[in-house]
């Protein structure tokens, strides 16, 4: 089986060396990870051109990209896009649901309907990612 790269910064067989070049300038909370063609990796909370966006990192030089929508970023849909939590009009980060949002565009396409607010609320659900 040759080396590859998983989406989320998953590392295929024999690709220790890969994994830890590209995964260098990861957060370990940031549950996206690496692009999928390790190019890019999903960063922090950024804030700073809407209330709830996030940085998109360079995976060799850590430098920022440009930030996306979304408070949470999740999980690469492709290596432009992404799935995010990002929170509702009345500003509660509690009062969640779920997002896709791409780079260079200010379009945020609802994934869900809004989770509960309260933490342990019957029936609160949590979203399960699988590769492809």
């Known amino acids: ?7 989320g910064g998953v590392p295929g067989p024999r690709s220790r060396s890969a994994w830890t070049a590209r995964e260098r300038h990861r957060d370990w909370f ?14 922090q909370f950024a ?3 809407w209330k709830t ?18 408070q949470q970023l999740l ?3 492709d290596g432009d896009s992404l799935v995010a939590w990002d929170i509702g009009p009345d500003g509660n980060e509690y009062h969640q649901r779920l997002v896709l949002v791409t780079m260079g565009s ?13 933490d342990h609320t019957k029936g ?4 399960v990612f699988v590769e492809r």
């Open 1 to 7: 089986m040759s080396s590859t790269w998983r989406p």
């Open 30 to 43: 940031v549950e996206a990870g690496v692009s999928p063609d390790g190019a890019l990796v999903a960063g």
């Open 47 to 49: 804030g700073k051109k």
């Open 53 to 70: 966006s996030s940085w998109i990192l360079d995976s060799r030089t850590g430098g920022t990209r440009p930030e996306v929508h979304g």
């Open 75 to 77: 999980a690469w849909v």
């Open 106 to 118: 200010d379009k945020v396409v609802p994934l869900s309907g809004f989770r509960s607010p309260k």
């Open 124 to 127: 609160r659900w949590e979203p």
